[in-house]
């Protein structure tokens, strides 16, 4: 089993920075790929960005590519979204996700993931 614990989340204007943590504990093998995904109102959830923990290899949506940034600290299990240039159309729940394996053409998949967050708010204002 695996818990997931995201944190940083705020409310910022338009074109300002915000970086998300996302802690996962319990079993270390279950969470070779982890991601994040976002909900905003009356929208399904989509895949924001994906890190395979061994090698390290990133997915991006082309919504937030070169905007958002992937990363992890293998030693503390945690993995972080830093946001760039944030706009209005960001504002969504954003939710950290794990999973033992995922294919690289499912990595920003929700269905392809058993382990996630709680959610925590991101707003941006214009």
């Known amino acids: 089993q695996v818990s997931l614990v995201e944190s940083g989340g705020d409310s910022v204007q338009a074109g300002g920075s915000l970086k998300l943590s996302c802690t996962a504990s319990?079993?270390?093998?279950?969470?070779?790929?982890m991601a994040w995904f976002r909900q905003a109102p009356g929208k399904e959830r989509e895949g924001v960005a994906a890190?395979?923990?061994?090698?390290?290899?990133?997915r991006y949506a082309d919504a937030v590519k070169d905007r958002f940034t992937i990363s992890q600290d293998i030693a503390e299990n945690t993995i972080y979204l830093h946001m760039t240039s944030l706009k209005p159309d960001d504002t969504a729940i954003y939710y950290c996700?794990?999973?033992?394996?995922?294919?690289?053409?499912?990595?920003?998949?929700?269905?392809?993931?058993?382990?996630w967050g709680q959610g925590i708010q991101v707003t941006v204002s214009s």
């Open positions: 890190i395979y923990i061994v090698g390290g290899l990133t």
């Open positions: 996700a794990a999973a033992f394996t995922v294919p690289d053409a499912r990595a920003l998949l929700p269905a392809a993931y058993n382990y």
């Open positions: 319990g079993d270390r093998r279950l969470n070779n790929v």
